[in-house]
């Protein structure tokens, strides 16, 4: 019988390239009808390339976002806001974008908020720690703040697990508020969770202080709440 590629562990390249002549990539011959032994051995190899290359995939989707601000240029993201991106900054061609401030959004998930500084969040940005962040935050918090972010990524939001002092949005609970600008006299009682409530008033007070030591703008940063979010779609 003729030998095939199946029947060898290791083979030369020259025999390789004359295997290659009388079968495909899959083990089947080209010039022959196969049977049910070598139909089932194809397709356990197409089976086996398929894993391969799933392995090789990245593991985590890129948003639409971080391919709109990395591969374009600042005058070109218009392109990507349609009726529903209201939380896109970048309007069309013909309105200016300059000085665009994106929507950067943190979202009351996590026990611990993270890391100030927005370019040590920037580095994590895609890695496994930040996976294991939002694995970590899903087994604490399923709610409406939960809910609301697959809206808030679509609308344009650049969602982040830390609150750093990039951030423009928190997305949280609040009391008789959809939304609020933050600042430091605010009340703890807007707040539908009193532990939330002091973990983040005393981050932003922390990132305000450290702003003020640099000498830099102080950001703005609001308060929005689910039914914010869910009005934003509704009235896209």
Not at 30 to 45: K, M, P, Q, T, V
Not at 144 to 165: E, F
């Amino acid at each position: 019988a003729t030998p095939r590629h199946s029947d060898f562990l290791v083979m030369a390249s020259s025999a390789k390239a004359n295997l290659k002549k009388t079968e495909d990539d899959f083990g089947l011959r080209i010039h022959d009808i196969c049977n049910d032994i070598d139909f089932e051995r194809a397709l356990e190899e197409v089976g086996r390339q398929r894993a391969i290359k799933q392995e090789e995939m990245p593991s985590k989707i890129v948003p639409w976002q971080s391919h709109a601000m990395k591969d374009f240029n600042e005058s070109e993201r218009w392109v990507f806001r349609g009726r529903a991106q209201k939380l896109w900054p970048y309007q069309t061609d013909v309105q200016s974008t300059g000085g665009a401030v994106l929507c950067t959004l943190y979202p009351d998930l996590f026990e611990d908020l993270g890391f100030e500084e927005e370019t040590d969040a920037n580095k994590e940005a895609g890695t496994d720690n930040e996976s294991i962040r939002w694995e970590d935050a899903s087994e604490i918090k399923n709610g409406a703040v939960a809910a609301s972010l697959p809206l808030a990524t679509a609308m344009g939001a650049i969602v982040t697990p830390h609150l750093h002092n990039g951030v423009t949005h928190v997305l949280c609970e609040l009391k008789r508020h959809k939304s609020l600008e933050w600042t430091a006299t605010l009340p703890r009682s807007i707040f539908a969770d009193p532990k939330c409530a002091t973990r983040i008033h005393e981050r932003l007070i922390s990132l305000e202080d450290s702003a003020g030591l640099k000498r830099q703008q102080r950001r703005t940063v609001l308060l929005v709440s689910p039914a914010w979010m869910d009005e934003k779609w509704v009235d896209a």
